[in-house]
T-cell receptor, first 116, second 108 residues
Framework: EAQVTQNPRYLITVTGKKLTVTCSQN?????MSWYRQDPGLGLRQIYY???????DKGDVPEGYKVSRKEKRNFPLILESPSPNQTSLYFC???????????????FGEGSWLTVV | GQQVMQIPQYQHVQEGEDFTTYCNSS?????IQWYKQRPGGHPVFLIQ?????EVKKQKRLTFQFGEAKKNSSLHITATQTTDVGTYFC????????FGTGTSLTVIP
C-alpha cells in the first residue's frame, strides 16, 4: 500500500529536549516536505526537498532542521523545542517537481507534538 | 507570507443545504488543487484545475477555476454528514501555498 509513515504520532516533550520526527514514503517520490497545521493558519510549509541531498526552507523554517540522505526518508529535527512549536505536523511526498509541477501531495497521518 | 486566502473560515449548515468555499490569490496561479481533511485525519487530494474558467464535478462537488486564474471555489450540493471536514485549496503562484481552510460542520 502506498503510504507516508511518520513517527511518533503523539509526543509530549519538555522545552529544550531535542527530538526527531521520522518520515518515510514507499512511493519512490523525489519530493518530500514538512508542514505544520495550526488553527486559523492552515498548512504552512517548514522545509521541502526536491530530491536526495537537496533541501530548502519553506515559510516557517525557524527552529527546525531536516536532512535528506535517502530518497525514502525525510526526518524533521527540533534541536531545542519551544512551546510555540506545539502543533500538528504533517510529512508529505509527491512526484518529481512536487505540487508546483501539478503533482498530487500525499500526506502522512500526522504527528501531534506538545512542548511544555 | 500567505498568498492564498480562503473564506469562510468556518461554516455550519443543516444537512441538505448547499455549501461553498472560496479561494483567492494575489497572484495568477498556474494550477489549483483542493484537499479534504476529515476530523482527526490528514489532507487527502480531491482534484486539480489548471485551465482558465475550468469547471469539474465529482458527484455533488463542483470545482471552478476563475477566468483570471486568481480564484477558485468548491460548491457542495445538498450536504451530507459525510461531507464534514476542512477543505483546503492550494495553488501555485511564485510558490505553492495552501489556503487557510474552511471547516464545514453539517448538522443532521
Amino acid at each position: 500500500e502506498a503510504q507516508v509513515t511518520q513517527n511518533p504520532r503523539y509526543l509530549i516533550t519538555v522545552t529544550g529536549k531535542k527530538l526527531t520526527v521520522t518520515c518515510s514514503q514507499n512511493m519512490n517520490h523525489e519530493y518530500m516536505s514538512w508542514y505544520r497545521q495550526d488553527p486559523g493558519l492552515g498548512l504552512r510549509q517548514i522545509y521541502y526537498s526536491m530530491n536526495v541531498e537537496v533541501t530548502d526552507k519553506g515559510d516557517v523554517p525557524e527552529g527546525y532542521k531536516v536532512s535528506r540522505k535517502e530518497k525514502r526518508n525525510f526526518p524533521l529535527i527540533l534541536e531545542s523545542p519551544s512551546p510555540n512549536q506545539t502543533s500538528l505536523y504533517f510529512c508529505a511526498s509527491s512526484r518529481r517537481g512536487g505540487p508546483s509541477s501539478g503533482n498530487t501531495i500525499y500526506f502522512g497521518e500526522g504527528s501531534w507534538l506538545t512542548v511544555v | 507570507g500567505q498568498q492564498v486566502m480562503q473564506i469562510p473560515q468556518y461554516q455550519h449548515v443543516q444537512e441538505g443545504e448547499d455549501f461553498t468555499t472560496y479561494c483567492n490569490s494575489s497572484t495568477t496561479l498556474s494550477n489549483i488543487q483542493w484537499y479534504k481533511q476529515r476530523p482527526g485525519g490528514h489532507p487527502v487530494f480531491l482534484i486539480q484545475l489548471v485551465k482558465s474558467g475550468e469547471v469539474k464535478k465529482q458527484k455533488r462537488l463542483t470545482f471552478q477555476f476563475g477566468e483570471a486564474k486568481k480564484n477558485s471555489s468548491l460548491h457542495i450540493t445538498a450536504t451530507q454528514t459525510t461531507d464534514v471536514g476542512t477543505y483546503f485549496c492550494a495553488g501555485t503562484g511564485n510558490q505553492f501555498y495552501f489556503g487557510t481552510g474552511t471547516s464545514l460542520t453539517v448538522i443532521p
